[in-house]
């Protein structure tokens, strides 16, 4: 059963870790999790737990749907400040994980899967798309709006337009979908069917929508980390707030849930903590790692 810490005063359910004994790797998710609602974090406090959790061979590691490219930024020079270990990335909801600056992991969409879906998204008129890839996020003129770029360029700032999505030379990673009128569900369900597995779709909330490798998730990012670190997702504690998140909550040793999560994410997780608006991450280590 869940349980639930409603107050940023009341302790949260730390499971396996109540005793004292100490996470070997922390992951979070970031928009909605570790971010508050202004889409920041507090980086002194930050660095006091990082300092911490570096103490206690603790790794700290980003999951999110977001580009390695974008998420590295809201980091830049925090590992030195608080004398710790390199911040490792699972981006793009586990299609790219990245320890210490190289890319150690990553999907590979065939060309075949990429014209496929790429057939059948061109085809509606309640989405618009990029497609992910290694080097970058790629949209293709007259397929979208200028206003869906402007967006998708919040959250993978390595985008640009093409002729050919079909046609590129980078390794594609995953498409991610903007829908409109709360189709994102309908859309989930016809790709689905279309394309017979071929392509998962992961719903991240907001009308967004992932299509992902089969396979492909937060959580096998994090096993791809735990085995070249030699650690078990059982030593694990990780954090989130929606849709993309389940597997990875669902995976650790213990998973918490913000108090304004998605339900399946709740569902998922074995306790909650602080929304994200009362930087309920950061508190929950805080007890963790400095208390």
């Known amino acids: 059963m869940v349980k639930r810490c409603g107050s940023s005063k009341r ?15 922390v992951a979070t998710d970031m928009d909605g999790t570790f971010l508050n609602q202004f889409g920041e974090y507090d980086r002194e406090r930050f660095a006091r737990v990082l300092s911490a959790m570096a103490e206690s061979d603790t ?7 977001n580009q390695y490219y974008q998420l590295r930024t809201f980091f830049e020079g925090i590992e030195e400040e608080a004398d710790a270990s390199p911040i490792a990335y699972v981006a793009e909801n586990g299609a790219l ?3 210490d600056g190289l890319v150690i992991d990553h999907a590979s969409l065939s060309q075949g899967v990429v014209k496929d879906a790429w057939r059948l998204l061109s085809s509606r008129v309640d989405a618009e798309c990029a497609l992910c890839c290694v080097s970058g996020a790629y949209v293709q003129h007259g397929s979208a709006s200028q206003g869906f ?3 998708m360029s919040r959250y993978f700032p390595r985008i640009s337009w093409t002729d050919d999505l079909t046609s590129l030379s980078d390794i594609a990673l995953k498409f991610s979908i903007e829908t409109r009128n709360g189709t994102e569900q309908a859309l989930s369900e016809a790709v689905s069917d279309a394309l017979c597995g071929a392509l998962v779709p992961v719903v991240s909330g907001n009308g967004s929508v992932d299509l992902m490798a089969p396979g492909c998730t937060k ?4 096993a ?3 085995k070249r670190w030699g650690l078990s997702l059982d030593e694990c504690l990780a954090f989130g707030d929606n849709g993309n998140d389940v597997d990875m909550l669902a995976a650790v040793g213990w998973g918490a849930a913000m108090d304004n999560a998605a339900l399946d994410a709740i569902r998922a997780a074995d306790t909650t903590c ?3 608006t009362e930087s309920g991450v950061l508190e929950t280590l805080e007890q963790l790692f400095l208390d």
């Not at 302790?11 to 790797?25: A, E, N, T």
């Open 224 to 226: 791809t980390l735990c």
């Open 149 to 151: 770029f402007e967006l």
């Open 11 to 25: 302790k949260v359910s730390l499971g396996p870790f109540q005793d004292g004994s100490k996470p070997r790797l």
């Open 219 to 222: 959580a096998t990012g994090l």
């Open 274 to 276: 602080p929304p994200n």
């Open 97 to 99: 994980v990245v320890d």
């Open 59 to 65: 790794r700290f590691v980003v999951a999110s749907g």
